[in-house]
């Protein structure tokens, strides 16, 4: 099973700041294998990037994923207040399907 | 834009059972593998199970293996959990959702509390 590991646990930001998360993963993820997801209170969680950097529909371009292999990265280039939320990556390169397990972003 | 409603949950005892349904509309449900992620309150979130659009594979995560069933009807619509031998741990707001490997749509859940 490949084990996700996001930092930081919490980031404290504030509108307009750039936020950087970070997924690493027990193994390589092959085929850039990778999903971010965006997950507000009492909601679903929503798909953001799939392919480790592929944004999926609707979503804005100031959300943007990279990385390969090990390491993995969600960007928000510039904070709006309803991204304020908590973030999880998730692998579907091997079975079982894996989540990390979270990044809050809260306003600073 | 895809719908799925989930619902079948509720409190149940230790060791009881419990089926969990999800109807998919306004889009073909037949051609999509389908999936059942929980997540415990306050916590992150679990894939539980997997089917492939003809219902021909089915995968689970080893904590439910041999307890919880997942099946569906293509001519309903519908996905369904098979809940067994229901355990504390297995407290949680179960989603269904669509994919083979992301997972871009998803219901708001249900809630399943096992307790006495």
């Known amino acids: ?108 | 834009e895809v719908q799925l409603v989930e619902s079948g949950g509720g409190l149940v005892q230790p060791g009881g059972s419990l089926r969990l349904s999800c109807a998919a509309s306004t889009f073909t449900f037949s051609f999509h593998w389908m999936n059942w992620v929980r997540q415990a309150p306050g916590k992150g979130l679990e894939w539980v199970a997997n089917i492939k659009e003809d219902g021909s594979e089915k995968y689970y995560v080893d904590s439910v293996r041999g307890r919880f069933t997942i099946s569906r009807d293509n001519a309903k619509n519908s996905l369904y959990l098979q809940m067994n031998s229901l355990r504390a741990e297995d407290t949680a707001v179960y989603y269904c959702a669509t994919g083979s490997g992301s997972y871009p749509s998803w219901g708001q859940g249900t809630l399943v509390t096992v307790s006495s």
């Open chain 1, 1 to 108: 099973e490949i084990v996700l590991t996001q930092s930081p646990g919490t980031l404290s930001l504030s509108p307009g700041e750039r936020a950087t998360l970070s997924c690493r993963a027990s193994q390589s993820v092959t085929n850039r294998f990778l999903a971010w997801y965006q997950q507000k209170p009492g909601q679903a969680p929503r798909l953001l990037i799939n392919g480790a950097s592929s944004r999926a529909t609707g979503i804005p371009d100031r959300f943007s994923g990279s990385g390969s292999g090990t390491d993995f990265t969600l960007t928000i280039s510039r904070l709006e207040p309803e991204d304020f939320a908590v973030y999880y990556c998730q692998q579907y390169d091997t079975s079982p399907r894996t989540f990390g397990q979270g990044t809050k972003v809260e306003i600073k």
